[in-house]
């Protein structure tokens, strides 16, 4: 599963932005096309995603581009401009359903194809932002085999919803933990909502926490001071590391080489569920772990 603790998202039009984004340490740096930019901006932005695109990556960071949504008719224009080299992904906003995750699917195929580039080779992250979205996202998850990530996107959904948004988040649970549950079911990543206080780094953290027990491994990231905390919430706890390593250690010895599928620990019983979620958290670990040394300094 990819690493995706922390999406910072740029405007595409700052090109003193971009230039800087590779020493930010992100796991991943989305060019934004969207919301983001004036539309008088829009042909200036995409001219320097094209620009820079290929340089985003340089320090380890996977290079994504955030189109506009279907409904704009500018994705096409963007996705022409964009689709090539260097790109690793695109981020769809406003995602409403099946169809609009095929259409981009066909789209980016056709692009490929026509520009001699491997075909699937771009991935796919879908925004869930309406409640029309958050109802459809099941069936959205399932349109494309380059999916990689569900991303909520809490500023529009609340004003969908004509809902106030706050920090706490109270609001935005159901949609939450929706896309948690249909990220895990389909093997992708749950990817948090923006945090626009990123001033308050306690409330960040303690929202980057409630997501996570809802299964998000990572969220959009709007200012560079939120990705250490994004990557210590979205990491496992050294501690749980180190409980995995020791129960795992423990079943297999003590109880799989035995012939027993649970065994006494300390007071407690590791059973067979207990090892696999010790496996899980050593396996997250192996791949933040692999994300960090692929990691190169300018």
Same mark, same amino acid.
């Given at each position: 599963?990819?690493?995706?603790?922390?999406?910072?998202?740029?405007?595409?039009?700052?090109?003193?932005?971009i230039?800087?984004?590779?020493?930010l340490?992100a796991?991943?740096?989305?060019?934004?096309?969207?919301?983001?930019?004036p539309?008088?901006?829009?042909?200036?932005?995409?001219?320097?995603?094209?620009?820079?695109?290929?340089?985003?990556?340089?320090?380890?960071?996977?290079a994504?581009?955030?189109?506009? /949504?279907?409904?704009?008719?500018?994705?096409?224009?963007?996705?022409?401009?964009?689709?090539?080299?260097?790109?690793?992904?695109?981020?769809?906003?406003?995602?409403?359903?099946?169809?609009?995750?095929?259409?981009?699917?066909?789209?980016?195929?056709?692009?490929?194809?026509?520009?001699?580039?491997?075909?699937?080779?771009?991935?796919?992250?879908?925004?869930?932002?309406?409640?029309?979205?958050v109802?459809?996202?099941?069936?959205a998850a399932?349109?494309?085999?380059?999916?990689?990530a569900?991303?909520?996107? /809490?500023?529009?959904?609340?004003?969908?919803?004509?809902?106030t948004?706050?920090?706490?988040?109270?609001?935005?649970?159901?949609?939450?933990?929706?896309?948690?549950?249909?990220?895990?079911?389909?093997?992708?990543?749950?990817e948090?909502?923006?945090?626009p206080?990123?001033?308050?780094?306690?409330?960040?953290?303690?929202?980057?926490?409630?997501?996570?027990?809802l299964g998000?491994?990572?969220?959009?990231?709007?200012?560079?001071?939120?990705?250490?905390?994004?990557?210590?919430?979205?990491?496992?706890?050294?501690?749980?590391?180190e409980? /995995?390593?020791t129960?795992?250690?423990?079943?297999?010895?003590?109880?799989? /080489?035995?012939?027993?599928?649970?065994?006494?620990?300390?007071?407690?019983m590791?059973?067979?569920?207990?090892?696999r979620?010790?496996?899980?958290?050593?396996?997250?670990?192996k791949?933040?772990?692999?994300?960090?040394?692929?990691?190169?300094?300018?």
């Amino acid at each position: 599963m990819a690493v995706r603790r922390s999406d910072l998202y740029l405007p595409a039009n700052n090109e003193h932005m971009i230039l800087k984004s590779p020493t930010l340490g992100a796991d991943v740096i989305t060019l934004d096309l969207e919301d983001s930019v004036p539309p008088a901006e829009k042909a200036a932005a995409r001219e320097l995603v094209k620009k820079h695109i290929g340089n985003i990556g340089a320090t380890g960071s996977e290079a994504w581009v955030r189109v506009n /949504a279907w409904d704009t008719d500018l994705t096409l224009a963007d996705l022409d401009a964009v689709v090539m080299e260097g790109v690793d992904g695109i981020t769809l906003p406003k995602c409403s359903g099946l169809a609009d995750v095929r259409r981009l699917d066909d789209e980016i195929t056709r692009l490929e194809k026509e520009r001699g580039l491997p075909v699937g080779g771009i991935k796919i992250a879908i925004l869930i932002e309406t409640a029309l979205g958050v109802m459809e996202v099941e069936k959205a998850a399932g349109g494309s085999s380059r999916l990689v990530a569900i991303i909520f996107g /809490a500023v529009d959904y609340t004003r969908d919803m004509k809902v106030t948004r706050t920090d706490a988040a109270d609001e935005q649970f159901y949609a939450r933990a929706k896309i948690g549950v249909t990220a895990r079911a389909y093997g992708l990543v749950a990817e948090d909502a923006p945090f626009p206080n990123y001033a308050d780094s306690e409330a960040f953290e303690a929202n980057c926490r409630s997501g996570a027990q809802l299964g998000f491994e990572g969220r959009q990231i709007i200012n560079p001071r939120q990705i250490p905390i994004a990557h210590k919430v979205y990491s496992p706890a050294p501690e749980r590391v180190e409980w /995995a390593k020791t129960i795992t250690r423990v079943f297999e010895e003590e109880g799989l /080489a035995k012939g027993s599928a649970s065994v006494g620990y300390e007071g407690s019983m590791i059973d067979i569920p207990v090892y696999r979620d010790g496996l899980n958290i050593l396996a997250r670990q192996k791949e933040i772990e692999e994300k960090e040394a692929s990691r190169k300094i300018l």
